[in-house]
């Protein structure tokens, strides 16, 4: 098993930045992709970000491009999601993932293991 803990969220003004922190413990995150999803209240769960167990792919959606980043340290099996000019639309609830598969947008049920979330309310 793969024990999933997000942390950093938190309330922010509009234009603000948080920086998210997905920490693994027990087994490494080293041969896992790891993606950041969302779910806003009463919204579908939906893709935010990916970076496969190297980092050197990743991918974000539309709606955070340029304005989020996604990163690993492997060495301290973290995965971070740096955000930058907050919108209040990105007002949600952020879960992190891992999957041996690589990254994908869509295909959910490739992630075998989810952490908590961690509450994200970006006021205008």
């Known amino acids: 098993q793969v024990q999933l803990v997000e942390s950093g969220g938190g309330l922010v003004q509009a234009g603000g930045s948080l920086r998210l922190s997905c920490a693994a413990a027990?087994?490494?995150?080293?041969?896992?992709?790891v993606g950041w999803f969302r779910q806003a209240p009463g919204k579908e769960r939906e893709f935010a970000a990916g970076?496969?167990?190297?980092?050197?792919?990743?991918d974000y959606a539309d709606s955070v491009k340029g304005r989020f980043t996604i990163s690993r340290d492997n060495a301290k099996n973290t995965v971070y999601l740096q955000m930058n000019s907050l919108k209040p639309e990105d007002t949600a609830v952020y879960y992190c993932?891992?999957?041996?598969?690589?990254?994908?947008?869509?295909?959910?049920?490739?992630?075998?293991?989810w952490g908590q979330g961690t509450q994200v309310t970006v006021s205008s």
């Open positions: 993932a891992a999957t041996k598969w690589g990254i994908s947008r869509s295909l959910t049920e490739r992630y075998d293991y």
């Open positions: 027990g087994r490494t995150l080293t041969a896992y992709a």
């Open positions: 970076i496969s167990w190297s980092g050197g792919t990743t």
